[in-house]
Structure formats: structure tokens, C-alpha cells
């Protein structure tokens, strides 16, 4: 790794009209985390010394966000959007004061990998004055082109709207990330200008301006997906899409199996170890912990929860925030657990809601159980001890506890705590008439027959 400081500029200051958002567009996630914090975790993975956020007027969430997600980050306003050299002006008060490489992103391309922006700064270290990330697109409609000799050097960056029909050929084009290793750059930013198309402040023209100085300006490669700029949901969609894939494949690589990988949606915080087994259809929203050799069975949803090793869930289970399951937990069909912590080995095995509270190592919950949570008002905790049985449809009526090893008959409303080892019951006495059904249907028989004599 290159051994000079590095500051990375993020630029986040565009409006993102094409959204047709209230919320601003780097706000937007993919994989569950905004895009902007995808390009500040690429910052931090990247050992930036310094991190410089440039938005725009009235952002004061994307600045809150920045800061939330890098404390230590600069942020920066542009106060009108006169060119992506404009947006890095702003940064000005922070560049001038940097001895060392400026790298440039922007906050509406989420999905460069760290790695990349290591090959830009090992050509820094190998001489450049100016890298460039380019790719090859498969529609280089809109974008800057990048001019190259047979060698490779890179002459300039002609945007679009500026190039010749020759020009408009080259198909290798520039994705916007730009690395700079220049005595000043705030003086280069300085001497570009807007006499273009757009009449706006490029920062690709930098290029030409380092170049002249006497630095050398090189490009560094890319696949078209890693450089995907999201401009409206359409992309987003596609960037999600790009996204889902390569966290699949890491998941498989790190030792999971998933039989249907497509149907399968993480989030970028989920963790998954190894020998777990992932049926189709599941969703892992944020904060999603996974240990060795769980099985997920088919079609649940998950979010701020955690599974245990061995444990199984599902098919059409739901885990909410703070669901967490010990190991060997068993988690069946339309079970939904919140705020609520399953010691080893215990079960519930179908169609139940256990909010709030503890189920001990082993207990049993029968189907249909219910854990009362809820007053209206307040919430309240159920607690059952170790081995404890709750039996079918019971309801549980928090606050309550039932002793270890207890038994709940089926049925019951349960609003008392439960003694260790008791049995708890209630439910009106069971009546039996001996008899009873043979004459119902003998006095129904004949009854049915008069009536349709008319
Ligand atoms: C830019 C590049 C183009 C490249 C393309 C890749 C320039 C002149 N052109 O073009 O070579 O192929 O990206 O997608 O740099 N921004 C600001 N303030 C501004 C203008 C832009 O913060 O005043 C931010 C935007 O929020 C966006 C980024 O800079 O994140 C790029 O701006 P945009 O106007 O989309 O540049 P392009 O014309 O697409
Ligand atoms: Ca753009």
C-alpha cells in the first residue's frame, strides 16, 4: 500500500432531480445502506487519511449522514452547481492544506471496490501525475471519452457534449473517479475554465492542465458494473441488482450453500458463517447475524436479528429486531419472534408471536401461542424458565413468568406467574351428556324430512 497520505473527496452535491425524490439522492440505498455511506466505507477500506464531503445547499441530512458514518469526515458546501471542478473548489480549504494524493468519487456510484482504488494509487506510486478510472462501456453515450495513445498515456478527457464525431468513436470512457499526485492542486482547479458545451467547470480538464505541467496522466481499468453512476430508480434497481450478486457470490465463496442464490437478498452488514444452508426466497434485512451451520429454510424475513449456531428457521418464519436465537434453536412455519432471546435448544415449531422476553434452554412452545406483549400502552416481558411447556394456543398476558419446567395447558390465558413444575390451567370445566349426539341426529333427521313434505 502506497505510503502517502491520502485524502478521498466525495462529491454529493448533485441534486438528483431524475429520482423525482424528496429524499436526496445519495440518501437512496443499495443493500440497505445509503449510497453515500457505501462510497464512505470505500474511503475508510481505502485508508484515507482524510475524507472531504462536498454537497450542496439545504443538505443538511447528507451532511448529518456523512458525519454519522465518518466522524472525522470535512464537509463542504457548493453553492451553486457550476461543474464537477466547481464541486472540488469547494473542497479548496481542505486541499490546500493536504500534502499528499487527492482521490475524487462521487456518492451516486456505490459499488468500486477498494481494490480498484488500490491499482489507482499503485500508479501514482509508479509515476503518474493524474489516474484516471476509465472502463469500457457498452453505450458510452453521455460520457466523457478518454484520449489515449497506442502506449496507453492519457492525452485528455473530452466530454461528450464537447467531442468531435471521430472523438465520439473511443468507447474507453471516463467513470469519474479521478486520483491526483500533484504539487497543488488547488492550483490546477484554478486554472480550468468553462469555455465548453456546458458551460461548466470540468475537472476532467485537469488532465490536459497536469499534463502541460509536465506530469504524466495514465488510466487504470475497470468493468462497466463496478463504475454503474445511479441517476434514476431505474439504476438504482440495476446497482442493487450488481449489488445482490456479488454479495451471493461472497456468501457461497465464504462456505454457505444457497440453492437458489438469485432468491436470495442480503443487506451489506449481513454476516454468514460457514456450513449455513439458505433455502430460496429469503431476505436479510440490516444487522442480520448468521453462525455456522444454521439452516434457513425457505421464504423468511429477517432483520436486526441473530442466529445461532445449528439453529433452524423456517419455512415463513420472521425474526424482528432483537430476535435472538442460542444454538439448536428450532424456528418454524408463521413464527414471529421480536425482542426476544431463545436459549439453546428450545422450540417453536409453528404459528406463534413471542415478543419481548426469554425462552429458557429447551422449553417448548406449542403452535398458536401467543406472548400478550402489548397493553396499549406499554410493553412487558414473558419469561419461561428452562424445559418449561407451553401448550397450543395459550396466551401468555405479560408481565408474567413461568417457572422452569412447568407445564401450560393447552388453551389457557396464562396472566399469573407459573410456579417451577407446576401445571397451569384455565379453562372451563370439559362437560360430556353420554349419548347426546345419536338422538340430536335422529330429532334433526326427521325434522329436515317435515320440512320439505311441505
Ligand atoms: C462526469 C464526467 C464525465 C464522466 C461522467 C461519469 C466531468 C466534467 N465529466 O460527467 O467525464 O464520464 O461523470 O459518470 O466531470 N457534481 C457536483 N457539483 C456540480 C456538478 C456535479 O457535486 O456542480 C457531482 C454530481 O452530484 C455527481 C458528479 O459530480 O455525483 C458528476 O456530475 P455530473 O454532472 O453527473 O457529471 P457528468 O456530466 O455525468
Ligand atoms: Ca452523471
Redesign the pocket.
Known sequence: MSATPLMIVV????KGTRMKSSLPKVMHPVGGRAMLGHVLDLARASAADRIAV?V?PDMDDVKNAALAIAPGAEVYV?KD????A??LKAANPAIASHQGDVIVL????PLIEADTIARLRATLDAGAAVAVLGFDAADPD???RLLTEADGTLNA?R?HKDASAYELQIRL????VMAFRVPDLAGVLDRIGNANAKG?Y???DAVEIVRADGGRAAVVRCPETEVL?VNSRVELAEAEAIFQNRRRHQVMLDGATLIAPETVWFSYDTVIGRDVTIQPNVYFGQGVTVEDGAEILANCHFERAHIGKGARVGPFARLRPGAKLGPDVRIGNFVEVKNLEMLEGSKANHLAYLGDGQVGPKANIGAGTIFCNYDGFFKHKTIIGAGAFVGSNSSLVAPVTIGEGAYIGSGSVISKDVSPGSLALERATQEERPGWAEKFRIMMTKRKAAAAKG
Open positions: 462529491l454529493a452535491a448533485g462536498v450542496g457548493q452547481q457550476l461543474g464537477t466547481d464541486a462521487y456518492a451516486d456510484t453521455g460520457y466523457g478527457i466530454e470512457c471516463n467513470s469519474g461548466e470540468y475537472l476532467t453512476g
